[in-house]
């Protein structure tokens, strides 16, 4: 009960998301950044409304689920085998009670395949259990959500929230107060989503303990050193009262950065040892799992020896591991094939060069033998590591009958991992095990001849994926999967004439748009590298300003979306507009004068559309828009049960996913500047589409203070080495 104007009492009804109030009838009240304090003796309760995105929606939208050692977005990576690395657990378990300024970060590190994952894996899974963990992050090379560190704090931001809720308010709260908090640097982030919200927070109930997984995976080294620097600045403060795991391969710049003197009083290491204790583990590991394929084939009908494969056959096993869990996992997986005896795999297993000093590349090498059709399986395997698609975009891609790819990966399933076929717009590329294995394909010195790296498989890879993008026979979903691994792989490979048609489609265009403006440099470079006397079609010629009816469609409904309580007028609700219409970005380019420097009032033709004595023939009444609105709507969702012209995009829209941070548009046109002899033709098409984006999107957002405009290609890291 609030009291307003005197002692009259005022009954205040929170509704929805707790955006709308109601004061004694029905006429709602929107209140912004409010605070109501209700004191009754001792107690003072206070809740704050905010109009728009709540910080959680804006954190959520950010989070990497797949990254969580919990999720179901991806196979957990396997934790420790039951008995083994006992002594390692009972170190972190005891670290993780101690005292915040006792070595508040620790760094796990060994070399690849010694199962660093599994024990992070089961140290966060322990965390959980007792009410520990704050969040986890496991990187992954290459991925979209697991390959940087932009992703990272809101996601373990986002798991303080729910793992202490004492923290979530207050979390929630600094996204609020900084709504591009997520696009700033590195220091600035872990300022407002970690160290602010502790400030002041009642006592909690553990310490909270973050798991950080293959910091090696993540970008490049650079990225890798300002994360370390600021989790080292931020901690030594001793305003966080959080411990940090970072687990990672013992890389020489990494060691530098942990173990220098200056960051002792910070940082301790533990380092995973291929020693006799691990040497051990992996003898359990292999006598438990050779039990288990014993019982599992036995059942089948399929007769093995007693107590087979026996003693000496383990240590044999144990003895080439090297103390490498990545060996062991990769033996067993092999042998463990419900469609071959498990008895010759093995023996093709102990037949390998006994005295060989990678019993590991050999490993792989005898299974990659075992395929029939190399030529087809080096192409399939340059499609999995260098596109990132999944088996039916492969087939797509390379042009083969539907299901060749899964029948040629069916014989790796000890190296790689292939979902079920996709349902809807799910997407689920093929994943690789263990990185360790796309080391080896990319090193021709240990593959030979099953090496990858090859300029040319990728530049064969990179025709196909540009004549599909080019067949027309592409739905929305594939057609943007395929074009990112496309203008990924375009700076490895020269630019010919057969690559060129694709910069003129529309939708590559608007793809390599929504996927930020630094992609679009690297198309701009590679495209100097090509010879400047090609006949190029020219530029593509827009329609005149006001005069197209998909333009006045996406003025009308982006009206009505503005009008909604949660909207904040700015680029989700264009982006949303495009999508329930289906139009391409090229369709706003008009909102900008010939000349390229004035905008458009953007504000004053919506006025003057709402005016029928002003615009006339081009009215439409609030209703009828509304009711065009819903029943785009309608196909959309349609579309959704039909399976039919759906996108991925559509989906995130539907559910407030705001547009992809740029990234794009100056990468490509960086890439395509490096050609010797480009055309300029096609250059000035790129650059000049790219500037009238631009310059729409900041009409249409008008200096809205709640939309992110920057470009990611700009600084993110405010170190001032780097």
């Known amino acids: 009960m609030l009291r307003l104007d005197g002692d009259r009492p005022v009954r205040l009804q929170t509704q929805g998301a707790g955006n709308v109030v109601r004061i004694e009838g029905d006429r709602p009240v929107q209140f912004q950044n409010s605070t109501f304090h209700n004191v009754a003796g001792n107690m003072n309760v206070s809740h704050t409304t905010n109009v728009g995105e709540s910080g959680l929606d804006i954190l959520l939208r950010a989070v990497s689920l797949d990254a969580m050692h919990d999720s179901a977005e991806r196979p ?12 390692i657990l009972e170190e972190l378990d005891k670290w993780s009670f101690e005292q915040p300024s006792d070595s508040p970060i620790l760094w796990l590190h060994g070399c690849a395949g010694i199962g660093k994952s599994a024990i992070a894996q089961q140290f966060a899974a322990s965390c959980h259990g007792r009410g520990q963990l ?74 909270p303990i973050l798991v950080i997984d293959g910091l090696d995976e993540c970008e490049d080294h650079r990225a890798q050193i300002a994360l370390i620097r600021a989790l080292i600045d931020t901690l030594r403060s001793g305003d966080a009262p959080i411990h940090i795991l970072v687990c990672s391969r013992s890389e020489a710049h990494l060691c530098e950065a942990f173990k220098a003197p200056e960051n002792s009083d910070v940082c301790r290491d533990l380092q995973v040892l291929p020693d006799d204790r691990a040497l051990a583990d992996i003898r359990r590991y292999f006598t438990d799992e050779f039990s288990r394929i014993h019982g599992i084939h036995t059942s089948r009908g399929i007769l093995l020896e007693v107590g087979w494969p026996g003693r000496d056959t383990i240590e044999d096993l144990v003895k080439k591991s090297s103390g490498t869990f990545i060996y062991a996992s990769t033996v067993l997986r092999y042998v463990d094939n419900e469609y071959s005896h498990p008895a010759e795999r093995l023996d093709a297993v102990l037949g390998l060069d006994p005295g060989s000093l990678s019993p590991l590349d050999d490993l792989y090498t005898q299974i990659l033998s075992t395929l029939p059709n190399k030529p087809t399986l080096l192409r399939v395997l340059s499609a999995v590591v260098e596109g990132d698609l999944d088996p039916e975009q492969i087939d797509v891609v390379l042009r083969m009958r539907r299901g060749t790819s899964r029948a040629i990966l069916r014989g790796l399933h000890s190296v790689v991992r292939v979902h079920p076929a996709r349902v809807l717009w799910y997407h689920k590329p093929v994943a690789l095990l263990h990185a360790s ?146 139009l391409k970005w090229d369709v706003l380019v008009p909102l900008t004068k010939v000349s390229g420097t004035d905008l458009v009032d953007i504000k004053a033709i919506q006025k003057f559309l709402d005016d029928p004595d002003k615009c006339g023939q081009l009215f439409m009444p609030h209703k009828e828009i509304c009711r065009f609105t819903a029943l785009q709507w309608i196909r959309c969702l349609k579309d959704t049960i039909t399976q039919t012209n759906f996108t991925g995009d559509q989906f995130y829209m539907q559910h407030k996913y705001g547009p992809v941070q740029p990234k794009w548009f100056a990468a490509i046109l960086d890439w395509i500047k490096k050609a010797p002899s480009p055309p300029p033709d096609l250059i000035r098409s790129w650059e000049q589409q790219q500037k009238a984006v631009e310059q729409c999107y900041a009409c249409l957002l008008e200096m809205n203070p709640d939309s992110d405009t920057s470009d990611s290609g700009s600084e993110i890291f405010d170190s001032d080495d780097d």
Not at 482 to 503: H, N, Q, S, W
Not at 536 to 559: A, G, K, M, T
């Open 437 to 582: 294995f796309g080391d080896f394909l990319m090193d021709s010195q240990r593959s030979l001849s099953f090496c990858i790296s090859g300029e040319d498989l990728l530049d064969t890879l990179v025709h196909d994926m540009a004549h599909v993008l080019l067949s027309g026979s592409l739905g929305p979903e594939d057609f943007w999967r395929i074009a990112i691994p496309f203008v990924e792989c375009l700076p490895k490979v020269p630019p010919t004439d057969g690559l060129l048609p694709v910069f003129w489609t529309v939708d590559f265009q608007h793809d390599v748009y929504r996927q930020g403006k630094d992609y679009a440099q690297v198309v701009v470079t590679w495209l100097q590298d090509a010879d400047s006397t090609r006949d190029l079609p020219s530029e593509l010629i827009y329609p005149q300003y006001l005069q197209s009816p998909d333009l006045l469609s996406v003025l009308r409904i982006w009206n009505v979306l503005n009008r909604l309580p949660e909207s904040d007028g700015g680029s989700e609700d264009i982006i949303a507009t495009l999508d329930l219409l289906a």
């Open 134 to 207: 704050g969040g986890s992050f496991f990187f992954k090379r290459g991925s979209v959500s697991r390959g940087t560190w932009r992703n990272l704090l809101p996601t373990l931001a986002y798991q303080l929230t729910v793992a202490f809720p004492q923290l979530g308010p207050r979390i929630q709260r600094a996204v609020e107060m900084d709504r591009l908090v997520l696009g700033k640097t590195i220091h600035h982030q872990l300022e407002k989503l970690l160290v602010q919200p502790f400030r002041n927070a009642p006592p909690l109930t553990s310490r």
């Open 76 to 87: 957990a990576d396997p934790a420790c085998h039951p008995g083994t690395r006992s002594a």
